[in-house]
Nanobody
Framework: QVQLVESGGGLVQAGGSLRLSCAASGRTSSNYSMGWFRQAPGKEREFVAAISRGGSGTYYADSVKGRFTISRDNAKNTVSLQMNSLKPEDTAVYYC????????????????WGQGTQVTVSS
């Protein structure tokens, strides 16, 4: 069992930056691939980024590639999402997720989820 808690969301102007963090407790987070997903009002949850257990493999949605960076610190059981050049269309609730296998873009393949943190980008 893994518990995930996101932090770092907030309100930012377009072009600005935010850094989201996900703290994992319970079983060692290094046993899990980690992902970030987001859900905007009236839309389905969508993949943002994922990272392998050791951190060597990273994957991004085309919409965030070049602007967002996912990273992890297994010693601290944390995963981060650095978001730069934010756009109003990045506005959503951002969720951290963990899965006990290879990283995936499919939300249904993740076993554990955090409660989410709101990111709002104003134009």
């Amino acid at each position: 069992q893994v518990q995930l808690v996101e932090s770092g969301g907030g309100l930012v102007q377009a072009g600005g930056s935010l850094r989201l963090s996900c703290a994992a407790s319970g079983r060692t987070s290094s046993n899990y691939s980690m992902g970030w997903f987001r859900q905007a009002p009236g839309k389905e949850r969508e993949f943002v980024a994922a990272i392998s257990r050791g951190g060597s493999g990273t994957y991004y949605a085309d919409s965030v590639k070049g602007r967002f960076t996912i990273s992890r610190d297994n010693a601290k059981n944390t995963v981060s999402l650095q978001m730069n050049s934010l756009k109003p269309e990045d506005t959503a609730v951002y969720y951290c997720a963990a899965k006990n296998s290879l990283p995936s873009t499919r939300s249904g393949s993740y076993d554990y989820w955090g409660q989410g943190t709101q990111v709002t980008v104003s134009s």
